[in-house]
């Protein structure tokens, strides 16, 4: 099917309208900016919220070299931290994998999300995008390319990208369902203004639940702690968070962890979902709006970014040739890596995860747990198979 270049709407409308300024929109929008291409981002909330707003840190190399290839790599080239090991401690000691030895050989860079969306927007801004702050979307028409705003106003596209994340209203403009998984299990998400206690991520396996440990900046770490689900973060003082993290770090052992201000805290539910399909019409779905992965494994901005990249190429080959080829294939081609990484992810929180308590069951779930751990403690070829899931997608 070829593209009619032109609008429906008899009237001048952006080639690309873009739902969400997240790294998806945000990355896709500057892709083709470069290619002279116009489009129009509207973004719910105001730059200031989504240019603070901290959420992911770790960045996958193919990540980096996507935003490299496209010039979007200044800051963290400049304020990134590269990042090869991560640590698994638990009540039979702990041990380091150094994943810039194992598999591939590939590291991550630490850069925080609010700094790549701030570098983002700016370059945008440069390239003569715009960007419409504070302008939520109501609803996708994905066959006539339109867009309603939440004030009732009707904007035309020739093609849509929804990318406004797990609770945007893009997906639901795509025929299809929603495959959804609860883990049944939530972290609280904590920020804390102290300099990372170790050089390594680190995940500890304690009685009492899940402990992680990852730095975002030289003064301030990310923190999980797994509480029972519907947990309300204020119940969580500071006093208390920093003696259940040092509890489950095992800090009698390995040494008390740096300590400094809570700065946020919030529940993450692990929860899962990918949306099938991902296209209809002139829509196409990046990001979180397409997927959602659990934060087990730090995949979810790696893949909008993915996403993004492969979206701008077959929208730049079907406005300026006509040539849907590649538009036609955009689900084709993202939903098996969507799937691989749903796939580690899960195997992420069955590894980082087990029920407490005597019965049968749950002494059999960490009995598991355990023999996963030993596994890739020792075996080599477990080590490389590891490596290249959580660095790869
Ligand atoms: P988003 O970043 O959610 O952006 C969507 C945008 O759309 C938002 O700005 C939103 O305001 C806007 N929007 C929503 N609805 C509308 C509407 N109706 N109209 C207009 N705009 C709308 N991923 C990793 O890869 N590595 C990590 O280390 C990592 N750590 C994480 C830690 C935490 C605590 C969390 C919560 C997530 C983490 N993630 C991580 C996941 C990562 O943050 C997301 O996958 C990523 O933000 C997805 O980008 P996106 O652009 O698809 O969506």
Redesign the pocket.
């Known amino acids: 099917m070829g593209w009619v270049l032109g609008d429906s709407l008899g009237e001048t409308v952006p080639s690309v309208f873009i ?8 990355v896709l929008g500057n892709l083709l900016r470069a290619e002279g291409i116009d489009c129009v981002i ?4 105001s730059r200031e ?2 240019e603070q ?8 190399a193919n ?1 980096v070299r996507i935003l490299t290839r496209h010039g979007l790599a200044a800051g963290l080239e400049a304020a990134g931290r590269q990042h090869d090991t991560c640590a698994f401690r638990g009540e039979h000691g702990q041990f380091e994998l150094k994943y810039s030895q194992l598999g591939r050989g590939e590291i991550h860079t630490v850069y925080p ?1 609010q700094f790549l ?1 701030r570098d983002l927007i700016g370059e945008f801004l440069d390239r003569d995008g715009e960007i419409r702050f504070g ?4 609803a996708i028409d994905a066959q006539q390319g339109e867009v309603t705003l ?1 004030n009732g106003e009707t904007l035309g596209a020739r093609f849509v990208a929804g ?8 997906r639901q403009a795509v025929p299809g369902r929603t495959y959804r998984r609860d883990h049944g299990i939530s ?1 609280l ?1 904590l920020l804390a203004e102290a300099p990372p206690s170790m050089a390594s991520v680190m995940y500890a396996i304690h009685p009492n639940g899940f402990a992680g440990h ?1 730095a975002r900046t030289a003064t301030v770490t ?1 923190y ?1 702690l797994q509480v029972p689900k519907n947990t309300d973060p204020a119940t969580w003082p500071d006093d208390r968070v920093w003696d259940e993290l040092n509890l489950r770090m095992r800090a009698d052992r390995y040494g008390a962890l740096n300590q400094g201000p809570i700065i946020e805290r ?1 529940i ?1 539910d692990m929860t899962s979902f990918v949306r099938e399909p991902i296209q209809h019409g002139r829509l196409f779905l ?5 997927s ?2 659990s ?1 087990s494994a ?7 970014l993915m ?2 990249e492969v979206l701008a190429k077959a929208l730049s080959q079907a406005i300026k040739t006509g040539d849907s080829t590649l538009l036609d294939g955009y689900g084709a081609e993202c939903l098996p890596r969507i799937w691989r990484a749903q796939e580690f992810s899960h195997w992420m929180i069955n590894l980082l995860h087990a029920p407490s308590g005597d019965s049968e069951e749950a002494v059999f779930a960490r009995s598991l747990q355990r023999a996963r751990l030993a596994s890739l403690q020792c075996s080599r070829a477990h080590q490389d198979f590891f490596a290249e899931n959580y660095i790869g997608v």
């Not at 509207?42 to 909330?45: K, T, V």
């Not at 707003?53 to 960045?59: D, I, V, W």
């Not at 990046?286 to 397409?290: M, V």
């Not at 730090?298 to 909008?304: E, H, M, Q, R, T």
């Open positions: 739902s969400g300024a997240g790294p998806a929109g945000l509207a973004e719910r909330r919220h989504v707003r901290a959420r992911a840190g770790f960045l996958a990540s999300q969306v302008t939520s979307i109501a939440d990318c406004d994340g797990r609770h945007g209203v893009s972290w998400a990852m990310r999980y919030r993450v990046a990001g979180d709006a397409a959602l992965i934060p730090a995949k979810g901005a790696n893949l909008a996403a993004a």
